[in-house]
Each structure stands twice: as C-alpha cells, then as structure tokens.
C-alpha cells in the first residue's frame, strides 16, 4: 500500500499570506495525486486532480504541483474561508487508492 | 448538479448489524463507479468498500473483508453498504463518493455508525 505523508501537520498562517502545504508519497504515483478541502462538519470537497488541474469552480488563488514522490498545494492569498484541513490522495495504485492524515491549515 | 444522500446510520451493539443507503440524482448513476469512505472524527479518511457501474466488481478493505457487503441497484440510483458483526472500531462517518475515472470526485455528506454498548 502507498502510505502519504502530509507535512506540516499543523499550519498556522494569516489571511493574506502565502501557505504551501506538502504531500509525500512511498513510492511514485506519477501525477494521480488529488487535493481535497474540508470544513468541519463538511464532506471533502475536490480541489485538484492530476496533481495540478483545479477542479470546477475552484479559485485560482488554489495550484498544485509536483510529480512522482513530492507534490505541493499552494494558496496564493488565504481567504477565510480557506481554513480548512487539506488532505492529499493518490489514485494511481486503483483500487488500493490512499489518503494522507491531513494538513489543519488555521489562523 | 450531483447529489449523493446517505442514511441508515444509528447507534448498534458491538456485533450488530446495518444496512446504510445513498440515494444518488443529478448524474446517469449506471455510469459510475461507487465508493464508501470513512472518516472517524478528527481523523483521516479511509476507503472501505466500492463497486463497478454493473456490479461485476467490488473491492473491501482488509479491516471490512468479510464483514460488510456493497451493493446497488441501479434502477433506484442507490448504493449499499451491508454492515454485519461490528466492532468498535468501525465507528465513522461514512461518505457515499462518486468515481470519475479513479479519481474522487463527489461526495456526500455521511451518515454516522456509532458501535457502543
């Protein structure tokens, strides 16, 4: 089983700046690699696919990128509603597809 | 626009049984793959259970294989998970999810299980 590691775990950040949260795979998952947001109380909702792609409906303020091992989400300038948890997913090794634990992005 | 409804989540004893339901509408339902993923609270999220557009396929988890059973009807647009001798640490939400090529694409927003005595 790919095992994906999130970093930091925690990430404390002000409305306006920058946060680049990082996702780790054991083993190459090429570019299958997903992004979802969620909101306490929410269901996950899907930010970027193809580690890179914004889904519909997705602010441009949102980019992924990276390839293989190493990938990255960047939000360009938090909004409030961007405090969420962030979990990354690789969708390469179907149907044993993996998610990490999750980064708490706060204020 | 996608909508992914689950139910038949309550309060079940330790080696109980459950039957939780999603009710899908907004997509041609007989063209997807179907998941179920939980989410104990607090915690991450796990794949649990899916199942082909026909039915012809289905895939658990190790921590469910024998134990809980997927299915659907496609003439209800709904999905099944058969939950049969839980264990505490089955307690989750569970999300009924839409598959689009492997990816994940829609979710629902969850039924609880909670297993206790």
Redesign the interface.
């Known amino acids: 089983e790919i095992v994906m590691t999130q970093s930091p775990a925690t990430l404390s950040v002000s409305p306006g700046e920058r946060a680049t949260l990082s996702c780790r795979a054991s083993q190459s998952v090429g570019s ?1 690699l ?1 992004w979802y947001q969620q909101k306490i109380g ?5 930010l970027i ?1 193809g580690a890179s792609t914004r ?1 519909t409906g997705v602010p441009a303020r949102f980019s992924g990128r990276g390839s293989g091992t190493e990938f990255t989400l960047t939000i360009s300038s938090l909004q409030y509603e961007d405090f969420a948890v962030y ?1 990354c ?1 690789q ?1 390469n090794d ?2 044993m ?6 980064t708490k992005l706060e204020i | 626009e996608v909508q992914l409804v689950e139910s038949g989540g309550v309060v079940v004893q330790p080696g109980g049984s459950l039957r939780l339901s999603c009710a899908a509408s907004g997509f041609t339902f007989n063209d997807y793959t179907m998941h179920w993923v939980r989410q104990v609270p607090g915690k991450g999220l796990e794949r649990v259970s899916l199942i082909t557009w026909d039915g012809g396929y289905t895939f658990y988890a190790d921590s469910v294989k024998g134990r809980f059973t997927i299915s659907r009807d496609n003439s209800k647009n709904s999905l099944y998970l058969q939950m049969n001798r839980l264990r505490s640490e089955d307690s989750a939400l569970y999300f009924c999810v839409r598959e689009r090529g492997r990816l994940v694409d829609h979710w629902g927003q969850g039924t609880p299980v909670i297993v206790s005595s």
């Open positions: 299958t997903a929410q269901a996950p909702r899907l696919y889904a979990y997913q969708y179907w149907p597809y993996t998610f990490g634990q999750g």
